[in-house]
């Protein structure tokens, strides 16, 4: 039983992070990431909350306290003046929601995720070798360093000429190429000021850079491998604040911060 689960766990990983062009393609990558270079590749899109139930649904079957270490801190939804309650309760568990950033995430329990996928796929791999894009290659996902993440936003432009790695983020048919804060605020019904209240979006909205990569920029701020640091600027952020080479600071989890995977070929 817990090796059709795990199978089961594998195919939705595969099935749900993966841009299943690259399978179609010349260019190989490992499941669910794009191409940065020959050895090392990225998620096309952040972690999702579909994705991390699938984690959990793994460890409640596996691991207990794996999976207690796992529970998420939804009261991370609620804001002074900001009537969030139903995110507080549907955010992560609606279905409504499957395609969007899992947040209130700490950074130990991004770095347990990466761990655990990489097991996933490299077992998938030894007991499915034509599945691997990379015959007998293994894989480690895990968090990308501020480097790699500025390599990956930057969308193969001169980040000092174009710091949002777009050439322009606003397109004449698409709109603005990013979910960051806009500057209006909305009235209150009782006479008072009531903040806009402005959440995260799909996994792929927008527009991606020329790697692939959607929502670098905006949505929510993504964990590096340095504690404590994050990039990309977030949904409550205004676009000045979102460049390529800025950085969020957290000391706990946030409703806009979120993480995706590097994945590198370890043998």
Known sequence: ???????ICF???LLGFSNT???KKKEKAPPGTVRLNDTLFIDKTETANVHWREFQYWLQT??????RESLLDTLVWRQEHSYQEPMVEYYFRHPSYNYFPVVGVSYEQAIAFCKWRSHMVNQ????????????NKKYRYRLPTKKEWEFAASGKLDIETFPFGYTAMYHKKRGWLANTKS???????LG????????TTELTSYYPNSYGCYNMIGNVSEMVSTKGIAKGGNFLLPLD???IRMEQHYTKPEAWLGFRCVCEMVE
């Open 192 to 199: 008072g000021i009531m903040k806009e209240q402005k959440n």
């Open 62 to 67: 596996n691991d207990s306290s794996g999976y």
């Open 183 to 189: 500057d209006s605020v909305k009235y209150s019904g």
């Open 11 to 13: 195919c939705f990983l």
């Open 124 to 135: 998938y791999c030894e007991k499915n070798p034509s599945k691997n894009p990379f015959p």
């Open 1 to 7: 039983m817990r090796a059709i689960i795990a199978m």
């Open 21 to 23: 062009e690259n399978f």
């Open 241 to 243: 604040s979102c460049k």
